[in-house]
């Protein structure tokens, strides 16, 4: 098993849809938990963290947190052309300057 | 605020060759950690700087090595280049190891011929 795995994509919504991305971890232990995006042929750039279960809202883009399942998703709401690139997820390695990244999602949002 | 500044930006190189690729992280920020970017195996961590000492290390060969200046500028060096070794490198910098997350350099996109 991965230790972070993300749903196979590629990921292609219409334009103003929600956008759902999603991603698993191993370590039990993960403290906070990131998403990227990256734009094709650019570097991937921080959009989103959360620390703690539940939601986090940031304009449209809203990042969920379970615990308990090892869980965490990022939903894109309104979804525009300009959000078409592969998301990344990543959690770092307590304590030992690393991050683990899922092989990411390629979105696609259609206009 | 300046950005994480990478150079340089491009390189084409022969195997057998060696490279130095270059890292100025966002000033204030001590830690410095470098992946490597391939469309097969995804975003794979090389190695993480902190204050001048190397704190973590991924699973590559001895053949990958860096090290941090005082300033916290970073460079990593490839010797015997392999084909392989084609890769976009990326540098990030984290105020805190990584926990609140990176931001990245533009990389540098390293071809080996």
């Known amino acids: 098993q991965k230790e972070v795995e993300q749903n196979s994509g590629p990921l292609s919504v219409p334009e103003g849809a929600i956008a759902s991305l999603n991603c698993t971890y191993s370590?039990?232990?993960?403290?906070?938990f990131f998403w990227y995006r990256q734009y094709s042929g650019k570097s991937p750039e921080l959009i989103m963290s959360?620390?703690?279960?539940g939601d986090k809202e940031d304009g449209r883009f809203t990042a969920q947190l379970n615990k308990a399942s090892q869980y965490v998703s990022l939903l894109i709401r309104d979804s525009q052309p300009s959000d078409s690139a592969t998301y990344l997820c990543?959690?770092?390695?307590?304590?030992?300057?690393?991050?683990?990244f899922g092989d990411g999602t390629t979105l696609t949002v259609k206009p | 605020k300046a950005g994480v500044t990478q150079t340089p930006r491009y390189l084409i190189k022969t195997r057998g060759q060696q490279v130095t690729l270059s890292c100025s992280p966002i000033?204030?920020?001590?830690?410095v950690s470098w992946y490597q970017q391939t469309p097969g195996q995804g975003l794979q961590f090389l190695f993480e700087?902190?204050?001048?000492?190397?704190?973590n290390k991924g699973n590559f060969p001895g053949r990958f090595s860096g090290r941090q200046f005082s300033n916290s500028r970073s460079e990593m060096n490839v010797s015997t280049l392999e084909l392989g070794d084609s890769a976009l490198y990326l540098c990030a910098s984290s105020g805190g190891q990584g926990a609140y997350g990176y931001t990245f350099g533009s990389g540098t996109r390293l071809t080996v011929v």
């Open positions: 370590d039990r232990g993960s403290q906070s």
């Open positions: 000033s204030g920020h001590r830690s």
């Open positions: 990543a959690v770092p390695t307590t304590n030992a300057g690393k991050s683990t």
């Open positions: 959360i620390y703690s279960n």
């Open positions: 700087y902190f204050s001048e000492t190397q704190r």
